[in-house]
Structure formats: structure tokens, C-alpha cells
């Protein structure tokens, strides 16, 4: 027997679908989690009134999106790189012996090391800009001389030959003429005929008037430390003395051994090549100043004796005939 099927009053149902709209209304878990969504029976704060509900007396809530985060309080922005500055590689030196012939360009001053550079101009080219240091020389009196008559901007045609020390080229100039002043007229090219540095230094005469020559000093002019200068471009050969550093400059000199009956000639520097790292390595085997046996061309600047060594020997100890042991030459 089926039993009695219950009815409930019409009020009583009301009540059962107000409680089940307030059900389906309250909020799902993963809302409360974030907890921003508004209950059902509270109006918006936007507008002031309910949600709105279907047909079937349910409410639909949003959930409220979650804040964004604000990154430059969170953490500090990564402080920027440092530039990074590449200095230039130095280019690799030219053979030892190596001619520059004619080569124009300008006088400028290593602050670093007090050096006169001679700087070939390369513009409208693509060879790479190199500077030369001008040895000691008498041409490099003549240069200086000119550039206090006609001023740092003076432009030179210079011929010489090139050395390597450490690495790096260094000058010998053997002829430099003055080829233009930018604070005067450009010089003007050679007549027909005649000689190109004596019409140039003509011309710089009638300028600048007459130009002190390192060749008008004669070679009488007595040295800085001891003894008559000798001779620009003379020529030793197998001279005996000791290679020591000299205190004042850093670099090295040799003392050259008095010939029987001669006045003892002065020290001479030794000027960068290659022959002189090999020189002082034989000097730095012995403990006080080291024999030799050297041969050389001489030049002479600022009152004192340079040599360029072109050979030199060990000499032997003890009884013996021969003069030395050949090491180096060029």
C-alpha cells in the first residue's frame, strides 16, 4: 500500500526555495579563498543593488581578480652593466731593417715617455695608423729645431730605417725635410733640376731665417761626461769595453776601453733593437759590468754619443788568440 504522499503548504515551499537560492548564492571555496566576492544578499559597492538572479532564483557572483603585484616594490631592479671600454691592440712591428722612404706626416710627444713620434698620414687610405719614436739623432735635432722655428703643425717628409725593441718600431731617420707649416704657405715643389732638400732649406731660410744643422756642430764638441765626442757615422769595430745600465736614464751604455796612446772616448748609449735584447741578457748573467767586444755605428745628439750596435762578442777568458765569442750581428 502506497503511503500518503505529504503536501506541504504553499508558504512552506516558498521557504524551501528562498533556503535553496541562499544555497546556490553562498560563495564556492576557491572564491573564499581569494576573499573579494560579495555575498548574495548585499548590494555592490559599484552600484548599491543585488546581483541579479535567473529564472530558477539563482545567484551568479563574480569573484574579484586578484591584485596585481607591483614588481619594483617586491625587488630591486638590477643595477646597469658597466660599459665596457676596449683599448686597442698594438699592432705588430714592422721587420727590423725595414725602409720608410718619403713618408709625410707629423711630429707629436709620448707625455709617458718624453719621446718625439713621428705619425705617417694614412688618410684616404687603408693602411692602419702607426707611431713611430724618433731615435737620438742628428736629425732629430734638425726636427726639433724646425718645429721651434715654424710650430708643432709642421709637416715632414721623412726617410729612414726602422728597428724593432720589445716588441715595438722605433726610427732612425737618415733625411726629414719640412715639407709645409700650416701657420705659412705650403712649400712649393723643387725647380726642375735641382736638388730637393737643398731648394726646401733655401726656401726655409728665406722664412725662418738660417737653421742650426746637428752637422755645422763639427765633431769637437765636447761630451757630457768625459772626452771629445766622437764623429756622427763612424764606424767601431770590435771595440773592447763593459755594458752597464745607466742610472740616470734606465737604459744601457758601454764604456769603451782606452786604446794605447788615445784619449779615452765617452760612453755611448745604446739605442732599441734587437740586437740590444740580446746584449742585455749578456749583461744580466754577470754580476758587476759585463765585457764586450762591439761593433756599431755611432750618432751623436743633445751633446752626447749614441751607438747603434750592429755585432757583438763575448770575450774569452784566459790564454787565448781569439778576441771573442760571436753572439749577435746583423
Avoid at 538572479?53 to 652593466?81: L, M, Y
Avoid at 745607466?246 to 782606452?258: I, K, P, Q, S
Avoid at 750596435?309 to 774569452?316: E, S, V
Wanted: with cysteine; charged share 25%; glycine share 10%.
Amino acid at each position: 500500500m502506497r503511503p500518503p504522499r505529504t503536501r506541504f503548504p504553499v508558504k512552506s515551499m516558498t521557504i524551501w526555495t528562498m533556503t535553496a537560492a541562499a544555497i546556490l548564492a553562498t560563495v564556492s571555496p576557491e572564491q573564499s579563498a581569494l576573499g573579494s566576492a560579495p555575498r548574495s544578499d548585499e548590494p555592490t559597492k559599484a552600484s548599491g543593488k543585488a546581483p541579479p538572479a535567473d529564472d530558477k532564483g539563482t545567484v551568479r557572483v563574480e569573484a574579484a581578480a586578484a591584485p596585481k603585484e607591483d614588481d619594483s616594490s617586491t625587488e630591486p631592479a638590477a643595477p646597469a652593466a658597466a660599459p665596457v671600454v676596449k683599448t686597442p691592440a698594438r699592432l705588430p712591428a714592422l721587420r727590423e731593417g725595414s725602409m720608410l722612404v718619403r713618408s709625410v706626416g707629423h711630429i707629436e710627444r709620448d707625455p709617458t715617455r718624453n719621446y718625439r713620434l713621428f705619425v705617417p698620414d694614412v688618410s684616404g687610405t687603408d693602411a692602419p695608423r702607426r707611431r713611430f719614436p724618433i731615435m737620438p739623432s742628428g736629425r732629430l735635432e734638425d726636427i726639433e729645431r724646425v718645429l721651434e722655428a715654424t710650430g708643432a703643425d709642421t709637416v715632414f717628409e721623412i726617410t729612414g730605417e726602422l728597428f724593432v725593441y720589445r716588441g715595438e718600431n722605433y726610427l732612425l731617420p737618415g733625411l726629414a725635410i719640412p715639407v709645409e707649416s700650416r701657420a705659412s704657405a705650403p712649400v712649393e715643389a723643387a725647380a726642375p733640376g735641382g736638388g730637393v732638400a737643398e731648394d726646401i732649406e733655401a726656401r726655409l731660410r728665406e722664412r725662418v731665417g738660417p737653421v742650426a744643422r746637428s752637422s755645422d756642430l763639427g765633431p769637437t764638441m765636447v761630451g757630457a761626461d768625459t772626452g771629445a765626442l766622437v764623429p756622427a757615422d763612424s764606424r767601431l769595430r770590435l771595440r773592447r769595453g763593459t755594458v752597464m745600465r745607466n742610472n740616470d736614464t734606465g737604459g744601457w751604455r758601454v764604456v769603451l776601453d782606452a786604446d794605447a796612446g788615445a784619449p779615452a772616448d765617452p760612453p755611448m748609449e745604446l739605442l732599441p733593437c734587437l740586437l740590444l735584447e740580446s746584449i742585455e741578457r749578456h749583461a744580466r748573467t754577470t754580476d758587476g759590468p759585463a765585457p764586450i767586444l762591439v761593433s756599431g755605428r755611432v750618432v751623436v745628439y743633445g751633446g752626447r754619443n749614441y751607438l747603434v750596435p750592429t755585432a757583438f762578442q763575448i770575450p774569452r777568458t784566459g790564454r787565448t788568440l781569439s778576441p771573442g765569442l760571436a753572439v749577435g750581428g746583423r
